[in-house]
DNA sequence: ACTATGTGGTCATGCGCATAACCAGAATGT
DNA sequence: ACATTCTGGTTATGCGCATGACCACATAGT
């Protein structure tokens, strides 16, 4: 039994065996040290004398001392539990979860960092990241200074999703976003389309930017001209008006939730998808919208590059140092034939419907 | 600038402001030790130290010192991110997040501890739990010795759901179901109905105890004759059949999940809920079933339980010892009138339908 | 016999913090 | 004048563990 309160330390554990208490933690943290320490039937006493006591280590101590906890931090820029649950970060913490199961490691929400509309702002408060072994960040951030001050301290870390920063290498498991996009429009060229119109948001984050790059790839391979527009805050209708007046035939939607509403529009306005017009999705839609359509596009392997990022960070911990290239991988994403996108129709009128 | 590595301590703290290191501590955890403690200037330098250095607590050494980690311990049973987005756990989650974040708190979750078939045993894991000022706990469970090692370490506490065991007062944030149960039949009756059967789970849980005493409340109460009939594993048609053979025109159903499967056998042999069999459940049915229905029933609290879990463990953690009575809250169910409970109709053949 | 080379352990130390115990100097009382 | 009480700190210590340094002893090499 151990000493006041309810719970055996090492020296508990080391009296009852006989042996001093640096034996103890010898034991437990294996030969890692270079040569084979303890002999068999001390190791067999200490372990027992463990059994008996009910010896789990004090993870606190060990942090403070240098060793691991197996505690890896997870930070998300938005709440982890939404209250609507059409959740698009779900699936990564699924992942996420089944890994830190798998290595046996707990996972340390940060949820005390305030949020403000409800984003989290990392900021000063990656202080507490400290706890944890190292720690896995997930959510649309647009604080490059985060990225710089994580990669100033020599906390490990991995992005969820491709992050870059002129700081140095950031760890990240992504999606390989631009050979997904790509092989999408090649797809679109393929049924016939002369042009295909990339409509959607066009800020410079690295999923935006990968989208707008295998766009430009297929195009380029297609000898066509791009269209690029921008489709920042338009509504349905809007957002149809515009592929009208530059007489698309086909488009590829970013972010996906904007496609649902275009066709909605499309289909008010008695035009038909995919007759009168191609839409494709450059990632999950949100959600079973109503009449649950089969989108046409890729599906990102959200689960998978939860589960990776963990195992990244496992990796950096364990492992030896890894290399710039080892530190940053892309998952290929599965392209999802669909039924929203097919030949162009015979003859394609410029205003599909009431104006 | 800190020491070797990225983190500033309170020593680095200490040493800019010219004071010792037990001094910025002292500030740092106020007066509580009786006495008012440093002077208006030095407090000054050393928080403008503080500020210069961006030091923040390492929780270890907090914890590992005697301190508070302002870390809760999460331990689910379950999975925290099931596959199956119909998920009943979540919305407790979604409160434990939101009180978390208004107290302060991070969340650690125990997903070390190895589950089998899904389900996650604490067992002697929960030595694991002391790096977190204490734990909340969620999930159904039938290990009674979890609580009694629980209560039988120092370790602070909280269950959402009520539980009992011999082995001491458990602490817990549950909902009211057995006034809920009651009113909900206490309703059927109310409509006219003879009879009112309870068909469920007839284990003796405590969500299942409860039900089953609310359930006799109300049948007391209206002078009529219990009629408990074990639906464990039944499909919707036995199910429905055995109401039939009790010649049942009204029955609530715990857990609620089997309700729709009943509606849907019902509909299949060309009754009508609830115009042949009113039908109630006893807590959330699970999901969109087909239709949406709305259900005649009650609704759990399962957020503001999983907030008032937290604020319980706070509770206890900050505050003076808590009395048996304050440790156990119970909130009340939302009475939900629902279109699955009618007055009986007139004549109620045998057997209505196909047997 | 006397050094190499293991083998199987012990000792000492420090991680960063909280906290009890102590102490110098000033203000106050008598 | 001296004892008393504040005020504003400092010193010392230990939480439980990991780990480098060290050491007694046995076996083998020449």
Redesign the interface.
Known sequence: MPGT???ATQADVARLAGVSQATVSLILNGGDTGRRRVGEQTRQRVLDAIRMT????????Q??AGGR???VGVFTYE?????D?R?FY?PF??G???Q??EL?????????T??RQGRRLLG??S??L??ADGCVLLGRHDDKRDLADLL????PFAFIGRRESDAGTVPYVGADYVTATREVVERLFALGHERVGFLGDLRRDEPSVDRAQGYHQAVRAARSRPVVLDGTGLTGGEALDLLDDNGLTAAVVWPSGLAPQIRAAALARGMSVPGDLSLAQLGDVEDGSPGDIDWTGFRIPREQMGAGAVRLLFEQLVGPALSADALQRSLPCDIVPGTTAAAPGRTRSRSGGVR
């Not at 709440?79 to 209250?83: G, N």
């Open positions: 309160n309810g719970r009910g010896y789990v280590a004090n993870p606190a101590a942090r403070l906890t197996r505690i709440p982890v539990f939404p209250r649950s959740d779900h913490l699924v996420v979860e089944a830190a199961e046996g490691c707990d996972l340390l929400f940060f949820t005390s305030p949020s000063d408060g202080r507490r400290g706890v100033s301290r020599d906390f």
